[in-house]
Antibody, heavy 123, light 106 residues
């Protein structure tokens, strides 16, 4: 069974770039009808979709974050990554990397989640 | 696109809990539901409106019609006390989550 694990700095200064990597184990990222997403959750609040990336490197981002987000993928390492630029305290959250399953985006679902990584934005 | 959930729902053990999720013409979309216990990652409990992943108890079921999707938990157990989130895809293929519902079993 595939497992996902986030890694990266737990503390980022305001105006800097938040960078996280998700390592996928237990299977190949290019097998099956999977693609990959990042979702975040501020403390005590709900879930916010950040974006998704296909193994083809095609990306789609949340319009509210689009200007600051970049996702990348390295299938040879079974990893995908998130960069969020110009962070503020409002970006403090638990960040989850998530596997998405679905032949069509309209019917896809988030079927496997990493444990989450708390990232705090503070000077 | 917005999905609206009630902030909280209460149910007695053994009774049926219903959690709603409302959105414009939501019945024309596929809805998924996620369960999240404190300090844990969300877990998929319903996908494509009505389907249960393997390992999810049969007491969890879903429906979706008109502007409302509903997660129903029959014979609710204390272990079902969690936050529940609905999710759908908007017309631009961006994922949207509801604000979450805290289910209390008492």
């Amino acid at each position: 069974q595939m497992q996902l694990r986030e890694s990266g700095p737990g503390l980022v200064k305001p105006s800097q770039t938040l960078s996280l990597t998700c390592s996928v184990s237990g299977g190949s990222m290019i097998s099956g009808s999977y693609y990959w997403s990042w979702i975040r959750q501020p403390a005590g609040k709900g879930l916010e979709w950040i974006g998704r990336i296909y193994t083809s490197r095609n990306t789609k981002y949340n319009p509210s974050l689009n200007s600051r987000v970049t996702m990348s993928i390295d299938t040879s390492k079974n990893q995908f990554s998130l960069n969020l630029r110009s962070v503020t305290a409002a970006d403090t959250a638990v960040y989850y990397c998530v596997r998405v399953f679905g032949y069509y985006e309209s019917s896809a679902h988030f079927d496997s989640w990493g444990q989450g990584a708390l990232v705090t934005v503070s000077s | 696109y917005e999905l609206t959930q009630p902030p909280s729902v209460s149910v007695s053990p053994g009774q049926t809990a219903s959690i709603t999720c409302s959105g414009d013409k939501l019945g024309d979309k596929f809805t998924s539901w996620y369960q999240q216990k404190p300090g844990q990652s969300p877990v998929l409990v319903i996908y494509q409106n009505t389907k249960r992943p393997s390992g999810i108890p049969e007491r969890f079921s879903g429906s979706n019609s008109g502007n409302t999707a509903t997660l129903t938990i029959s014979g609710t157990q204390v272990m079902d006390e969690s936050d529940y989130y609905c999710q759908a895809w908007d017309s631009s293929s961006a994922a949207v989550f509801g604000g979450g519902t805290k289910l209390t079993v008492l």
